[in-house]
C-alpha cells in the first residue's frame, strides 16, 4: 500500500510542475496591508457613487422661485432636475417675511410633479411660460446614466481585484472611476447652461433660480470619483524602495 501512494504523490508532483511551467509565473497574492489600502480607496469611491446616484434620482437640482405678490396668499414655485419637475404652491405666511421672492422649494405646499415629456414625445417643456432646451437637458441626462455605468464597471473591477489578489484591474478601475467623475461634472456643467436657457427664453414673469442640494451631491460625488480614482492609480504603481535615491547610485549594469 506504501508503493502506490508515493508513485502517485509523485505523478501530483509532476503534473503540478508542468503546469506551474505551462502557466508561467504565478502572480503574487495581495498582501495585507495592500489590500486594506485597496478596500479604503474602494469606500472613498464607493462614497462618491451613492452621491451620484442620489444627485441624479432626485429632482432638486434647481428652484425657480416668483416673486411675492401684494395682499396675496399663495406664491407659486417650482424645481426638477434631470428627469421630472415639480410645481408648488407656497403660503406666503410660511415663507420669511424678508425673502422677496416664494420658496424656498422645501416648504410644505401642494405639489404636481411630472416626468419631462421630450424623454417619450419628444416635446419641450414650458415651466413659467418658459421653454426648455430638450437637447441639453437629454444631455446631462445621458452622460449621468453612462457614468453610473462606468462606475458600476469599476467596482467590478475591484471587487474582482480582491477576489482574486490581482492588481492589474486596478488601473483599469481606476480609469473607470476618473472617466465617470470627469462626466458627472460634465452632467452638471451641461444642466447649468440647460437652465440658463430657460430662464433667458422668456421674461414676462420675473423670476430667480437657484441651485439646490442636488447639485452640490453631484459636484461632490465627481471630486471624489477622481480622487479615488487617483488613489488606485497610486496603488497599482511598483512599489517604489524606502530610498528612492538608491536607484541613482546604482550603477547601469547592477542586477537589482
Not at 421630472?84 to 416648504?107: H, M, N, Q, S
Not at 473591477?157 to 465617470?180: D, R
Request: charged letters at 20%.
Amino acid at each position: 500500500m506504501m508503493w502506490p501512494n508515493f508513485f502517485l504523490q509523485e505523478e501530483e508532483q509532476r503534473v503540478a510542475g508542468l503546469r506551474g511551467r505551462a502557466g508561467g509565473k504565478r502572480r503574487k497574492p495581495l498582501t495585507d496591508a495592500q489590500e486594506g489600502k485597496i478596500k479604503l480607496a474602494f469606500f472613498v469611491a464607493i462614497v462618491g457613487v451613492t452621491l451620484t446616484v442620489l444627485a441624479v434620482g432626485t429632482e432638486f437640482w434647481v428652484e425657480l422661485n416668483t416673486y411675492k405678490q401684494n395682499h396675496s396668499t399663495i406664491c407659486e414655485a417650482a424645481h426638477y432636475g434631470l428627469w421630472k419637475f415639480c410645481y408648488k404652491r407656497l403660503w406666503v405666511e410660511d415663507i420669511e417675511e424678508e425673502r422677496k421672492t416664494c420658496g424656498p422649494a422645501e416648504l410644505p405646499g401642494e405639489a404636481n410633479c411630472s416626468y419631462f415629456k421630450f424623454f417619450t414625445t419628444g416635446e419641450n417643456a414650458h415651466i413659467f411660460q418658459r421653454t426648455t432646451k430638450k437637447e441639453l437637458n437629454i444631455t446631462a441626462a445621458v452622460v449621468s446614466l453612462l457614468s453610473i455605468t462606468l462606475m458600476a464597471m469599476g467596482s467590478l473591477c475591484i471587487t474582482m481585484a480582491l477576489s482574486k489578489g490581482v492588481e492589474f484591474l486596478l488601473k483599469p478601475a481606476s480609469f473607470f472611476f476618473i472617466i465617470s467623475g470627469l462626466m458627472v461634472l460634465v452632467s452638471v456643467e451641461v444642466f447649468r447652461h440647460s437652465v440658463r436657457w430657460l430662464v433667458s427664453s422668456d421674461s414676462s414673469v420675473r423670476l430667480e433660480y437657484e441651485y439646490s442640494w442636488s447639485v452640490a451631491c453631484a459636484v461632490a460625488a465627481g471630486t471624489i470619483l477622481i480622487f479615488g480614482g487617483g488613489c488606485f492609480i497610486f496603488l497599482s504603481l511598483p512599489a517604489l524602495p524606502k530610498k528612492p535615491w538608491e536607484l541613482c547610485l546604482k550603477g547601469p549594469g547592477s542586477s537589482s
